[in-house]
Structures are given as C-alpha cells and as structure tokens.
C-alpha cells in the first residue's frame, strides 16, 4: 500500500476501521468517498459518492465497504470497472450486489483488472462459477472470527467470564452492566 493511491468507498464503522488500519502503510492519497459529504471527527474530509469520478482514474487501490441499497446495487459496473486504471485492485468487504460480477469476469478475464473479495453475488458462489478460476480473484471466506484459535479463545473467554461474575468481579465484555439490570428488577 505504501505509495499507492487508494479510494475507500464507505465511510462507517468498517470503513473508518479500514482508513485506520491502512494509515501505517503510508498510501500516497487515501481518499474517503460516503452517501454524504462531510469532514471527520478526526478532521480529513469525506466525498459525497457523486465525486467518485474524478478520484477513480487514478487509484491503484478500491475497497469497498457500503452497505447495500438501492443507489449501491451494482454500483461497480462495467462503466465503474472500464474507469479504473489498469492493473489496480478492487477489493469488496461491503455486500456482493454492490459489484456487477458480469461486468467483473471480463475485466479479470483480461487481466487487467485484480480483485480481492470477501463477499460475491451470487452467495454463496456456486462451485462451478467462473470467478472461482478467473485469473487475478481472490476469494476469501466471509468470517473474520473464525480461526484456529477462536473455539478455544471464544471457550476461556465464556469460563473468565462466569468465575468473574460468580465472584461479583466486572466482567471484561458486556454490552450491559448486569448488576444494574438486576437492581432495576
């Protein structure tokens, strides 16, 4: 990412987590574009959708983290991927009807496009389907807790959790202070 040009569509929790996470890496532009203009908390600016335009011929990178709606329904199309630069990555975090995977097979076909995506459409994505082999495709599942690890940690977190409430401790994750749901009873 260092020295590249990227363009984050998406500009809410994912997205603001993505902006921050890429930061370390040094891109040469990292352009935010969301449903409406604004600046950030954290002062740098949002684009409206409508300006994607004029930053997409350039970028080296596209992420994608929208929602799905309406005005994002295949909002990368074959006039979205025809504007990108040649050998720049798309990569799709949001929904798989954001991308038009028709429009996507023959630009990845030709090689000039590459794409990494967590989500597709259809999903899930038949066995058979072309962008299993196309070339330049990433695919990766769409779970980001699940590894090795996670039955055990998920496991010690769940018994921690129970010896500290049974010893009236603060428990490290609650979305609720239970005490106090049990004192308003």
């Not at 370390?24 to 684009?47: D, V």
């Not at 929904?95 to 429009?103: C, K, L, N, Q, S």
């Not at 097979?105 to 590459?114: D, F, G, I, V």
């Not at 299993?132 to 996670?150: K, L, V, Y």
Request: hydrophobic share 45%; glycine share 6%.
């Amino acid at each position: 990412m260092q020295g590249s040009k990227v363009v984050l569509l998406g500009a809410g929790g994912v997205g603001n987590e993505i902006r921050s996470r890429l930061l370390p890496f040094k891109p040469a532009e990292l352009t935010s574009l969301a449903r409406t203009e604004r600046i950030h908390e954290q002062g740098y600016p949002i684009y409206s959708l409508d300006r994607l335009w004029a930053f997409l011929p350039t970028a080296d990178v596209v992420i994608v983290a929208l929602r799905h709606t309406r005005e994002t329904e295949q909002l990368i199309d074959a006039q979205f991927l025809s504007s990108m630069k040649d050998g720049s990555l798309l990569v799709n975090v949001g929904r798989g009807p954001i991308v038009d995977t028709e429009a996507l097979l023959p630009e990845l076909q030709a090689a000039r496009l590459h794409t990494a995506l967590v989500v597709t459409d259809p999903e899930p994505l038949p066995a058979n389907h072309p962008l299993w082999n196309a070339p330049n495709c990433i695919i990766t599942p769409h779970m980001a807790g699940n590894t090795r690890q996670f039955i055990s940690r998920v496991s010690e977190m769940a018994v921690n959790q129970v010896i500290a409430f049974a010893h009236g401790e603060e428990l490290a994750s609650q979305i609720m202070n239970w005490h106090s749901v049990k004192s308003r009873g």
